[in-house]
RNA sequence: GCUGGCGUAGCUCAACUGGUAGAGCAGCGGAUUUGUAAUCCGCAGGUUACGGGUUCGAGUCCCAUCGCCAGCUCCA
């Protein structure tokens, strides 16, 4: 291959040479004019590329068209300078910014303007766009030097664009997109004429520092989203329709499992059935401490400032925490667990016979948390973790992280979170500990994970100063990502309480800690569960885990006697005692998503059963106590998903 | 913390440009005795988040505080 050539794989499985500048547009041409005209953008080697951009290099290529869904971010980051435009239109004298980096669901374009966008704003402002599109001006790209730019920016008045421009590093390609009259500084790739963005729609606006940083200015921000097709843009509100629907701040408040007051900002207050189900996972994790060789501690909430001093907290994490001072003395609250485990494995002197040891603590944390950050049960001020902090030997780490695999896994697919992703984070700058040290941890992490076949990522130095870390994130049943567990390798604080244990040579050692968590915080995870099951908990979770429905009056004592025989075989279950119609007890049964409702008439009372009604699946038909009782204790015992598993 | 929005009965929400705060559900009382998603009648429920102000008159307008929501930011 001539360097003026290049060799492009076409989808079909052919080979065929272009010029070395030839665009993808131009390849379109070559294949099709149809294609051409429909073609949004090129892909060379799965990258997305510009239509207008010389291709320069051999590689599989092929036309993306609005059917691709590839398509969409271009179809978005096309839409944004649509709104740019529009914006400028509807607001004479708007300096633009910038647009969004991330355009796989979402465009934002930030301006500075001396107005706060109104809904009355951006109904006028899509109404420009929708005329702006319609007209289906062309998309010119060009490549400019670095003065030409400037000089167009200048005679546009578009200050923040110069600085912009500024901060585009020496020798990197300046490209300008064009439709009409507007001008953006951009990369692109953008469509061929703005009457290929099919829909779209402004979400809502809000404020947006410049450049991420509460120090500069703060713009307005206006956000949008768009697609090939009007079917897709109803799907997309579609899903956040179906979240809002699922918002476990909506569900605590409906089942009446949790609440918060003014008077304890940011700090949930769960209530009797919310208790429940948290204790219900608690007892879930301490089950698994046995299996998993944990032992459980129970250390204080407030301490001396001097515990803060020594773990650093007190200079690094202070603005996080909650102090008090009372006989002269600060005290702070405890915003983690892990220095009073370092006090605490201070307390004897250790042998290397007696690691790991693996300290687990439900202690109640408290961060102070920025009034702007904080959210249902997502981000609050008062939580627990089920966190556990593990000293070993360094040799000992790789043994130790491939049974915390074990654990993690085996809690994430009780709940249905199935094939978490992993991230790898390692040695970052200014890290502490020596390069042996971190290379032999990273390594024993990889190791483990290569071993189990466990699909990871690395961030290279984005671990912590004091060690590497891995993060599980799960996917709900929606398809939404959540961070949950973490083990987080630390040096530095057996270093900075100076624990030592008496190795098998006599000397002291260094032990190396782990943190872990499974959950992570309790009430985060709570509210992540809450919306991965819609509310629907299964049985073993359930605050209340059958309610006893009597058909009239006459069967309430036939309904007590089966409440009690459920409620003497350990399960949780309620009787409706009300006057009211069947109909009317099972749609508040449902409402309540109580997963199994059992009717009481004039037969069961009979035969001294009742008639078996669950949840989503409905009748199925009578049973009597003991076969009730039976199923649903074993169901309840191996917390299984499906409640009812003989109806299949 | 910043920008914007919001705060009315336990819950969900009404109350046009300032003119007597209202409904459904829940609650309570009564009637009804019900067979797989709402039985009927009645009663009660409010310092309109909180504190000031403008006005003859404020749920409505203005200021401050608290809280909530979205975003920014933070996440040793």
């Not at 006989?327 to 006090?343: A, F, I, T």
């Not at 609050?380 to 915390?404: K, N, T, Y």
């Not at 987080?488 to 244990?501: C, G, H, S, T, V």
């Not at 429905?549 to 025989?565: C, E, I, W």
């Amino acid at each position: 291959m001539s360097a003026e050539t290049i060799t492009l794989t076409l989808p079909d499985g052919s080979a065929r040479e272009f010029p070395a500048d030839a665009t993808p547009l131009e390849v379109a041409r070559t294949i099709g004019e149809r294609l051409a005209k429909a073609a949004v953008a090129g892909q060379l080697d799965g990258a997305v590329v510009d239509l207008r951009a010389p291709i320069r290099r051999s590689g599989a290529f092929r036309v993306l068209t609005a059917k691709d869904p590839e398509a969409g971010a271009v179809i978005r980051h096309s839409a944004e300078h649509v709104l740019a435009d529009a914006v400028e239109r509807v607001f004479p004298g708007t300096i633009i910014d910038a647009g969004r980096q991330d355009h796989s669901e979402k465009f934002q374009y930030d301006f500075r303007i001396d107005h706060a966008f109104t809904q009355e704003d951006l109904e006028k402002i899509e109404a420009e766009m929708a005329r702006i599109v319609k007209e289906g001006r062309p998309f010119e790209r060009r490549v400019v030097g670095r003065p030409q730019a400037a000089e167009i920016f200048k005679s546009r008045k578009e200050e923040i664009k110069l600085v912009r421009l500024a901060d585009i590093p020496e020798g990197d390609e300046i490209t300008l997109f064009q439709h009409g009259e507007f001008v953006d500084l951009c990369r692109g790739p953008h469509v061929q004429r703005t009457d290929q963005i099919g829909a779209f729609k402004l979400i809502e606006t809000s404020g947006a520092y410049f450049k991420g940083d509460e120090r500069n200015e703060m713009l307005q921000r206006i956000y949008g989203t768009a697609f090939a097709t009007k079917e897709e843009l109803d799907a997309y509100f579609a899903k956040i329709e179906e979240a809002r629907r699922r918002d476990h701040r909506r569900l605590g408040k409906e089942l009446d499992l949790f609440s918060f007051s003014p008077l304890a900002p940011a700090s949930p207050f769960f209530h009797p059935k919310g208790a429940a189900v948290y204790n219900e996972l608690l007892a879930f994790m301490r089950g698994l401490y046995v299996k998993y060789g944990y032992q459980e501690v129970i250390t204080p909430q407030l301490f001396d400032a001097e515990l803060w001093k020594t773990s650093g907290h007190y200079f690094h994490y202070k603005e996080n925490m909650f102090f008090a001072e009372v006989d002269e003395r600060e005290y702070g609250l405890k915003p983690m667990n892990c220095p009073s485990h370092c006090v605490l494995f201070g307390v004897h002197a250790h042998s290397y016979r007696d690691l790991p040891l693996r300290i687990a603590d439900f202690g109640r944390l408290h961060r102070y948390e920025r009034s702007g950050v904080v959210q249902g049960l997502t981000r609050v001020r008062s939580f627990c973790q089920d966190d556990a902090h593990i000293f070993c030997m360094p040799s000992q780490i790789g043994a130790e992280v491939d049974s915390l695999f074990d654990l993690m896994f085996e809690v994430y697919g009780t709940f249905g979170f199935n094939d978490p992703v992993v991230y790898l984070s390692t040695k970052p700058e200014g890290a502490m500990g020596d390069d042996a040290l971190w290379e032999s941890a990273e390594s024993q992490l990889q190791e483990c994970l290569t071993r189990r076949g466990v699909a990871f990522t690395v961030n290279t130095g984005d671990g912590a100063f004091y060690g590497p870390k891995i993060d599980f994130v799960v996917h709900d049943a929606i398809g939404r990502e959540w961070q949950l567990g973490t083990i987080q390798l630390d040096w530095n604080l057996p270093e900075r309480f100076k624990l030592a244990y008496v190795g098998e040579d006599g000397a002291e050692q260094r032990p190396v800690m782990l943190h872990r968590a499974v959950l992570g915080s309790v009430e985060r995870f709570f509210g992540v569960m809450l919306e991965h099951f819609a509310g629907d908990l299964p049985l073993w979770l359930a605050p209340e885990q059958a309610r006893v429905l009597p058909v009239s009056d006459k069967f309430l004592d036939a309904a007590r006697a089966v409440k009690a025989g459920l409620v003497a075989a350990g399960l949780r279950a309620e009787v409706d005692e009300r006057s009211e119609k069947l109909g009317a007890k099972i749609r508040d049964g449902e409402l309540a998503k109580v997963p199994v409702l059992l009717i009481v008439g004039a037969r069961e009372a009979e035969a001294g059963g009742a008639s078996v009604r669950l949840r989503h699946r409905g009748d199925l038909g009578s049973r009597t106590l003991d076969e009730i009782a039976a199923t649903m204790t074993a169901t309840t015992k191996q917390r299984a998903l499906d409640p009812w598993p003989e109806a299949k």
